[in-house]
């Protein structure tokens, strides 16, 4: 090495003590927080993924249920006089592991159902159903908490799911443990996830799951449509502009002959979309 060019300890000593200084004063703000943590990056002391999770844990601390949280209008959810085969039906189509149990003449939450537990009741020999008998106690939470302290008391209580309740006391939507650790830790795999080297799965002749990613023209090709790719240039941009705003997980928009649906995304970006064809008029 040349005695012109600075060694790597020499230029890390002033930065470990700038460091120091700060957390030993305290940052004063938030934004003075991330720019020292940015510069650790440049300073190849955190790689991008780590850089990403600590903006995320500092983001979480700021954002309150309602902003991550499923809508009522968009959750999955099994009356408790539903009979069997149409519990086992709504399980299937959503392919989710627990639903919120509801009570059709007041639509009030009664607690939650675990897919797993229908197990028992399927096959020759089943004993007779009753949704009550495997009622789980609800979790309620209200629109207005903290993500980190809902994350905290998921984690104390073993919970993965809570309702979420206005100010009247009313399911306004649930939310999920996943759902806020993917706003500090990014996309979580689930049962919709395929192949990373596919763009696109076929899941029958008029439902396909494809990645947010997926380049228009690669849609376009695959369907053999033309949609307009002169603003967008992959199908999250085209969906967010149809929406008008930046889309949150079961939202639904029409374009075209094709139905989409937000199945994966976080505060930042869409993930994984549902897509299914119309019918042609």
């Known amino acids: 090495m040349s005695n012109d060019q600075p060694s790597g300890s020499s230029i890390l000593r002033p930065w470990l003590k700038r460091l120091a200084r700060v957390f030993n004063e305290g940052p004063e703000n938030r934004e003075q927080l991330l720019l020292l943590l940015k510069e650790a990056k440049a300073q190849n002391l955190l790689d991008t993924e780590a850089l990403s999770m600590m903006e995320g844990a500092l983001h979480v601390s700021e954002m309150r249920v309602r902003d991550i949280m499923i809508p009522r209008a968009q959750m999955a959810v099994v009356d408790r006089e539903d009979p069997l085969e149409k519990i086992i039906s709504v399980v299937i189509d959503s392919a989710h592991s627990r639903f919120p149990v509801i009570d059709d003449d007041r639509s009030e939450v009664i607690g939650m159902l675990l897919a797993k537990d229908l197990l028992a009741y399927c096959g020759e020999g089943a004993r007779r159903f009753y949704v009550r008998d495997l009622l789980r106690a609800a979790v309620f939470v209200p629109e207005s908490k903290r993500l980190n302290v809902l994350l905290n008391e998921?984690?104390?209580?073993?919970?993965?799911?809570?309702?979420?309740?206005?100010?009247?006391?009313?399911?306004?939507?649930l939310v999920t443990i996943e759902d806020v650790l993917e706003q500090i830790v990014g996309e979580i795999e689930d049962e919709h996830d395929f192949?990373?080297?596919?763009?696109?799965?076929?899941?029958?002749?008029?439902?396909?799951?494809?990645?947010?990613?997926?380049?228009?023209?690669?849609?376009?090709?695959?369907?053999?449509?033309?949609?307009?790719?002169?603003?967008?240039?992959?199908?999250?941009?085209?969906?967010?502009?149809?929406?008008?705003?930046?889309?949150?997980?079961?939202e639904r928009v029409e374009i075209d002959r094709f139905r989409f649906k937000v199945l994966r995304a976080d505060s930042r970006r869409i993930h994984l979309l549902e897509v299914r064809l119309l019918p042609k008029d």
Not at 156 to 164: F, G, S, T
Not at 203 to 230: C, M, P, Q, W
Request: aromatic share 10%; hydrophobic share 40%; glycine share 8%.
């Open 154 to 173: 998921f984690r104390a209580n073993r919970n993965h799911m809570a309702i979420v309740v206005d100010e009247y006391g009313d399911a306004a939507g």
């Open 195 to 250: 192949d990373d080297s596919s763009a696109i799965l076929k899941r029958s002749e008029t439902e396909f799951t494809i990645k947010a990613h997926t380049e228009i023209d690669d849609f376009n090709a695959y369907f053999g449509v033309d949609l307009d790719d002169d603003e967008f240039d992959t199908m999250a941009g085209l969906v967010t502009k149809a929406l008008g705003h930046m889309p949150k997980r079961g």
